[in-house]
């Protein structure tokens, strides 16, 4: 998909692309607009990108495989790797929210959308896995289904992609961070000994 051209200048059309389609929608931006927010002209654009989809097959690719390695980082844990998988997982969704919500929105029905979603039932099993593992550790609660527990609380860190705006949120990444950590290892209720 990338052409000969400078690295630093691909990557700027990558981001640049991840935060049209975030503020746009990927089915109603345009090419053109992409090369408006670039300084391009739309002929230039295609020395970096052959097409919209190539450029979106990239861009979900990338997120999936940042993804990917994060969660073999966290079955490396000792500890059973669940709160690191999930760290690592909202990490992800702050800093990269055009690219994760791209994954996020992909339906079934076209070439890119297919193998992201093969990739994220992969993801979903292999978080599955981890969470039993961490479970008969004894590290998190064991009276929730393994799967039910990461489709829960992939449901929490999907949603940070959906509020979350650096420059209108009075959170800092780090302050998200915690406090999400904060709930999915102590939830929200206050426990006796905390109350008294």
């Given at each position: 998909m990338a ?8 990557e700027?059309v990558?981001?640049?692309?991840a935060?049209?389609f975030?503020?746009e929608?990927?089915d ?35 997120a999936?495989e940042?993804a990917e ?20 997982a909202?990490e ?12 996020l ?6 070439p ?6 093969a ?6 099993q292999?978080?599955s896995?981890l ?8 590290a ?7 799967m ?10 999907a ?15 780090e ?7 904060a ?6 209720i ?7």
């Amino acid at each position: 998909m990338a052409r000969k051209t400078d690295p630093k200048n691909f990557e700027r059309v990558l981001d640049t692309a991840a935060e049209l389609f975030l503020s746009e929608g990927y089915d109603a931006a345009t090419m053109q607009q992409l090369a408006d927010r670039l300084g391009l002209h739309k002929s230039s654009l295609y020395h970096y990108v052959d097409s919209k989809e190539k450029l979106l097959e990239h861009l979900t690719n990338h997120a999936q495989e940042t993804a990917e390695a994060d969660l073999a980082a966290a079955e490396l844990d000792p500890a059973g790797g669940y709160l690191l998988a999930m760290s690592r997982a909202i990490e992800q969704s702050l800093s990269d929210r055009g690219r994760v919500s791209l994954v996020l929105r992909q339906k079934p029905g076209t070439p890119t959308g297919e193998a992201v979603l093969a990739r994220r039932r992969a993801y979903d099993q292999r978080l599955s896995q981890l969470i039993e593992r961490s479970q008969r550790l004894g590290a998190i609660r064991d009276d929730i289904h393994p799967m039910l527990l990461a489709r829960l609380t992939l449901g929490l860190v999907a949603w940070l992609v959906e509020w979350y705006d650096p420059e209108r949120t009075r959170f800092k990444p780090e302050e998200i961070r915690d406090a999400a950590l904060a709930v999915l290892a102590h939830g929200v209720i206050p426990s006796q000994s905390e109350r008294s």
